[in-house]
């Protein structure tokens, strides 16, 4: 049922698309889209970063983010035949790595709820002042959901 009832959808609008994402299976990795973070930083920044992390999941959240993740390091060490996260983040001395992820509908949805939250007054507050780590060495993605079990 799609859109009030009917045998098929009527429009595409936001109000249908949780009935849709329904009617085709919620679950499906197909439409589902992260974007991932990597972020180094100082072991004694953590607790800023956490408080910041905590205010920016309300904001994300509050503007239709499926699900929001804000992890620490904590084996980082390599595998054998792999490379470590300490390594591949360029960690200096006393720093850890932050490793991030947001999950959206789809893609559509990621870039409808990224331009509410470049709006939204909490995240402008946020930007002020010096954050907890360096903006330059943090890397981003946007990622295609390939397996969800």
Not at 65 to 84: F, K, N, R, S
Not at 92 to 118: C, G, L, P, Q
Request: proline letters at 5%.
């Amino acid at each position: 049922m799609l859109c009030g009832g009917g045998l098929r959808p009527r429009c595409v609008k936001r109000e249908c698309e949780d009935q849709i994402m329904t009617a085709i299976g919620k679950g499906d990795s197909i439409m589902r889209y992260v974007d991932g973070f990597v972020i180094p930083i100082p072991k004694k920044n953590l607790a800023a970063y956490r408080t910041m992390a905590k205010k920016a999941s309300h904001v994300w959240k509050d503007h239709g983010a499926v699900e929001y993740y804000e992890c620490v390091g904590d084996q980082l060490g390599a595998m054998i035949g792999t490379m470590p996260f300490t390594r591949l983040a360029k960690l200096k001395k006393n720093e850890t790595v932050i490793f991030s992820w947001i999950v959206y509908r789809s893609r559509v949805h990621r870039d409808r709820v990224n331009a509410k939250v470049m709006k939204d007054p909490r995240i402008a507050k946020m930007m002020q002042g010096k954050p907890p780590f360096d903006v330059k060495r943090m890397a981003y993605g946007g990622f295609k959901v390939l397996v969800q079990a």
